[in-house]
């Protein structure tokens, strides 16, 4: 594996893709673990968690995953061990979840469907904090060609303290 150091702006900037890194593993979103985020974050609507309601009146037939719970799944199923990065950064002494530019929640998840991810670097930028990066992020339900989620997220990797 390649080893970039963080602050090596043009090396990044030579990795930038508009190709998308192959996909991860895959996690099934069971009905147990939406019942146990509604549960956490109080959203308990219906199309959720409702499994004879979702049946009758739900356009997808079963309840699906809230958008928060796939866009928290992304560590577990972003961190695949299935796939070797043919690169990483070192040399940092952190690295901190910057934010995002953008977040869409483009198809549902139903419950017991499978998810798995794949990302590409789409832009590098030195700031006087360290070096910020943007990644993007798609998530599928396994098997469908139309992402679940896209994910603009943006990490800021920092040099090490003094």
Known sequence: ???IRFDDI????????QEFGPFGGSLEV??????QFAE???DKQWIHIDVARCKQESPFGTPIAHGFLTLSLLP???ASSEVEPEWTLVGQGNVVNYGSDKVRFLSPVPAGSKLHSRSRLAAVEAIPKGTRILNEI???VVG???????YHMILLYQPPRS
């Open 30 to 35: 069971s009905q147990e673990m939406i019942n």
């Open 40 to 42: 956490l974050t109080g």
């Open 10 to 17: 043009d090396a990044i900037r030579a990795k930038i893709s």
């Open 76 to 78: 577990k199923i972003g």
């Open 144 to 150: 469908s060609d139309r992402p679940a989620l896209l």
């Open 138 to 140: 798609v998530v599928h």
């Open 1 to 3: 594996m390649e080893k």
